[in-house]
């Protein structure tokens, strides 16, 4: 099935760092979505990127998309202790509208 | 005003006894989900509808039955529950948005805080 694998697991970091994730995937893709997780919260919407960018900014989010290597990453620029958090990807494949999660990158940032 | 609501946030039961989950969301969007998440965190699609119409049904037990009085409200029905059950279930609404080629072209999903069921 068409899933998205986040690398790493976990990471831990210092206030102040990059984090950079990644995310692969198996198969074609309409589009690409990055959300965010807050321990014992609902999923947030960070930013969707179309099968035909290759860059898009939010803020301090940046995301990348390589098709060719069927991979995205998400940087997150200047950490701070409140982006501790989880963040998933999800991909839109095919004719399907429903985006389908990886399990998720745990990032915790130190203070 | 909360976006996506789910009732109860927390669910503690006995094996074999019949419980339900219900969720509201006031965004006005046609499309309502609901998702398991397990200790993992691994967030896997259960149900879709659209405008109170099933439109996925992911291999999940029958015993679980979702149920859309209207498109704002999308309630999980669960019947017989077995200790497999417990995990962290969250509702979640969208307004697809489609291409003039037929292709999803965004699908952003808005979530209720999730409701931890535990099975004993």
């Known amino acids: 099935s068409q899933q998205g694998e986040e690398d790493p697991q976990a990471l831990s970091i210092q206030e102040g760092e990059n984090a950079t994730m990644n995310c692969s995937y198996k198969?074609?893709?309409?589009?690409l979505q990055w959300y965010r997780q807050n321990s014992g919260r609902g999923l947030v919407h960070l930013i969707l990127i179309r099968s035909n960018e290759r860059e898009k900014h939010s803020g301090r989010l940046r995301v990348t998309l390589d098709t060719s290597k069927k991979s995205s990453s998400l940087l997150i620029t200047a950490s701070r202790a409140a982006d501790t958090a989880s963040y998933f990807c999800a991909t839109e494949a095919g004719g399907s509208y429903i985006p389908t999660f990886g399990r998720g990158t745990s990032l915790i940032v130190h203070p | 005003d909360t976006a996506v609501s789910q009732t109860p946030k927390y669910l503690v039961t006995q094996m074999g006894n019949d419980k339900s989950i219900k969720c509201e969301q006031n965004?006005?969007?046609?499309?309502m989900y609901w998702y398991k998440q397990d200790s993992k965190k691994f967030l896997k699609i259960m149900f879709s509808y659209n405008n109170k119409e099933l439109i996925i049904n992911e291999t999940v037990p029958n015993r679980f039955s979702p149920k859309s009085p209207d498109k704002a409200h999308l309630n999980l029905h669960i019947n017989s529950l077995e200790l497999g059950d417990s995990a962290v279930y969250f509702c979640?609404?969208?307004?697809?948005?489609?291409?003039?080629?037929?292709?999803?072209?965004?699908?952003?999903?808005?979530f209720g805080p999730g409701t931890r069921l535990t099975v004993l």
């Open positions: 965004l006005g969007h046609d499309t």
């Open positions: 198969t074609s893709i309409n589009n």
């Open positions: 979640a609404s969208s307004q697809v948005g489609w291409t003039s080629g037929g292709q999803s072209s965004y699908n952003e999903q808005f």
